[in-house]
């Protein structure tokens, strides 16, 4: 969070505090100046922002669809469209935000272009004109000196929003001349990157504040001043033609996978959102989870969580999420009893939490797409288990501080029924949907064949025909107003009429769910699919309620339509300035890292500074995360991390015996990004939470914290059992594993919350503990009664094959030398064949080894065998053969662990009882 945002949010804390939290103009002002640019400039440069905007959204649009294939006009290979999108993101950060003045702030908008001025003149190869390097490292630092006013865009600023966007727009039209000099530069090539390089890193302060700045300037320093580095990090260092063709000409640094995710992904997802927002979901969202929650304990807060879960489908931003929900259900959690802090807290973990919550996870969920290699139907598969289980134990935390307190719910609007009713009606309604669910496959299924090229057409006209049934339904019901929560609370709403006045605003988020899970089409189209039928919604929407409602005045509902379209067009551009400068910036990181080979130094240093032990790895990771993310936005720290140590971890694992699956480890680092959101001094989601109270910043995010340790310890969890990842399970196993890893995380929560079924003492907290790592990881204690493997002699190498049944791993410690000749030992899984004898199952899967001087020597590795994929290779010494043992199940681990829970609900009824009854 940059210095300027972080002194905003607290002195509009501040002046909130005491006051019942900001005016409505004011949260939105707070929301502006971090995600969607704070300059309010005249009526005529808004309106040249707007159209700029919706622009951008138009041209996202056109290239994610099928159009121009089928028109043969307007179609743009990749780096075309990366370069194209930065442009769009460069102008409007520029235009629409004004850059900070404080002192810290200055010193660093004149130091980075000086200092970098100098390095790339430092950094030139003999011979190569540098005249002008000076000239364009003065220009951007008088600009940013000129100053930056908020309710104007003065020349200077124009000017760099000009160049910048036409540094970025130079890849599309030189795009063919750059194809026929790859890696020869020519002077045009040097000063357009020179320029961008410097206008791109000023908008990164102006937009995202001062930190990515500063760490993609630190790597850019370590390119050229590799030589003068650290033994340890040294390389031969970069010269200013290499950098600039690594990093602006080709696609490794700016215009690298990152941008390209944000180009062909996220911006979509973003849009869709926006749409969504615009056409009224999220206030429905709200509204339908107080009147199924708001009437239970502490119901306001637990309104919360789930409505910020269903508001993180529509927003990705932690902060617009806060007071997008915040400012409706903080005061009625204040209501009930909750403190400011406590009610800021809640608000703060659930919203940031929307990042993690499949199907449309946040930016980063579609950058491990590209960088783990998968598609995004498992890395939703993988993060499903986790992200729900935290959201209910959030659930769980909200119930424990409502019980600590002895609060309320809110009254009822209506007798609730029976509870036998009351479980038939809900077992009816789940049939219902499962029918309805089974119905639409098949007859999907059935459509394709039938109707072949036509058939999208017939399923836009069910579609279309079953949302005009459900907004007729909905028309019958009373619209849906956003209360006003400081207000007296006589009711809730009816769920029944709630529920059934917003049921059309689900059909987009079936369209989107339905293309990425079962018909599995790319993240893109997906979300391209979604955002046009959202727009056929915004359109259609306020005409058809004028028509079912006979209100009239069909022309006014027309233009209402286009407006609240045309607002969600702006609003999805201005909310992606941000992360698509982001994604840029964060690709001058990775450049360097792919240019300079900073990973393998940086490997060195980890494991110097670990001791080669696992656990104080994935510590150091999570806290550079936490780090990290106090400047960082969550997607360019998951893509700075991932970058560093992602690999690290990986390697390293595998030298110490644990086979850690690479989606476990970018998950691992999505995890502490997104905490970085509430960690004090610097989350700017607590700041925006303790805006809408009236609380403490810095007190509200400490609670959060605690809050968000269930988030914190589930990484940690999956990288060791990675059953919760659901990798290597099936459908039973898998639902097993759901139901263990939410009692274990409310168990968890529990004992984090100091009160289970009453106030805990410090060992039934440690007893709840120990309980929650049984459940969640019962092989710990398992390997330590029975051994999983056995160990045989390198020479029992072919014995070993013969005795593991088939689909079974063996676990091979061989030791040989790396890539670049460095002796390195590992652990390689070795998946054993089919075969009717040892020799047969050890050919089979790829290995030749002989015995020389007692040392069992790999001979040969077949290509593309399940050995090479292992990892192994010719000339390897096998020092160790671990097969699998008889060990009994697991699972046992559990009955003392029962056992031992059995006995605290034991004790904690004893103390609970009288408490009751004094009650």
Known sequence: MSDDKQFEAAAVEQAAAGHAGLSQNELDELVASADTGGRSPSAAVARLIMITAIVWSLFQLWIASPIPFMVGFGVFNDTEARSIHLAFALFLAYAAYPAARTNVQLA???????????????GAKEGTPIWWIPIIGVAVIAAILLGSPKDRVPPWEWALAIVGAA???????????????????????????????????????????????????????????????????????????????????TTEGVFGIALGVSTSFVFLFVLFGSLLDKAGAGNYFIQVAFSLMGHMRGGPAKAAVVSSAMTGLISGSSIANVVTTGTFTIPLMKKVGFSAEKAGAVEVASSVNGQIMPPVMGAA???????????????????????????????????LEAMKAKMEGLPRAYEPKPLVAWLISLAFTIAVICALSFAVYFGMGWIRPVFGAAAGYVIFGMLTAVYVALLFVACREERLHMDDPNAPVTALPLPGPTIRAGLHFLLPVVVLVWALMVDRLSPGLSAFWAASFMIFIL????????????????????SHGIRELIEGLEAGARNMIGIGIATATAGIIV????QTGVGSALADVVE??????????LLLTAVLSLILGMGLPTTANYIVVS?????????????????????????????????????????????????????????????????????????????????????????????????????????????????????????????????????????????????????????????????????????????????????VTFTALVPVPEGESGADRLFTSGIEAVERDGKVIIDNVAFDSPAQKAGLDWDQEIVEVLAPSSQPPKYLMYLPALLLLAGVVLLQRRRATPQLASA
Request: charged share 10%; aromatic share 12%.
């Open 643 to 823: 970058a560093l140590l992602a690999p690290v971890i990986v390697t390293l694992g595998q030298q110490n015996g644990l086979i850690v699956p690479l989606i476990a480890v970018h998950l691992f680092v999505f995890y502490f990004g997104i905490m970085a959101d509430v960690t004090p001094p610097v989350g700017l989601a607590s700041f925006a939470a303790a805006a809408v109270s009236g609380g403490d910043p810095i007190r509200t995010g400490v609670v959060a914290f605690f809050y968000s340790l269930r988030t914190a310890a589930l990484p940690f969890l999956f990288i060791f059992n990675t059953e919760l990842l659901l990798i290597d399970v099936n459908w039973a196993q898998g639902i097993f594993v759901f139901i263990v890893a939410t009692v274990a995380m409310l168990l968890f929560a529990a004992a984090t919350q100091g009160w289970f079924l009453t106030r805990n003492r410090a060992y039934e907290t440690i007893a709840l503990l120990l309980i929650a790592f049984t459940l969640f990881r019962p092989g710990f204690w398992m390997d330590m009664v029975v051994p999983p493997y056995d160990n045989r002699p390198p020479a029992e190498l072919e014995q070993a094959m013969a005795d593991t049944d088939p689909g079974q791993d063996l676990r091979l410690t061989v030791s040989g030398l790396n890539a670049v000749g460095d002796p």
């Open 108 to 122: 660093l908008a004149v130091g980075v272009p000086a200092l970098l001025t100098v390095l790339f003149m430092f």
């Open 365 to 399: 969920a579609f950058l491990m797409v590209e960088y783990v290699g998968i598609p995004y139907f498992d890395v939703v598969k993988h993060a499903f288990v986790p992200a729900v289980i935290s959201y209910i134990a959030l659930v769980y935390i909200v119930h």
């Open 591 to 594: 450049g360097a890292v792919s």
């Open 608 to 617: 110097v500074l670990s001791r080669g032990n696992i656990m104080a790895i």
């Open 167 to 249: 540094s970025s727009l130079y890849l599309y039209f030189a795009y063919d001349a750059i194809a026929q000099r790859v890696g020869a530069p020519i002077l045009v090539d040097f000063v357009v990157a020179v320029a961008g390089l410097l206008i791109l890193l000023e908008a990164t302060r102006r937009a995202l504040g001062p930190a990515l700045m500063i760490v993609a300037t630190v790597f850019l320093v370590y390119t050229f001043l590799g030589p003068h580095m650290p033994s340890i990090i040294a390389h031969k260092g970069n010269n200013l033609s290499e950098v600039v063709n690594h990093q602006w000409i």
């Open 539 to 558: 359109i259609t929407q306020r005409p058809l309620e004028a028509i079912f409602r006979g209100e009239g005045n069909f022309g006014g509902a027309v």
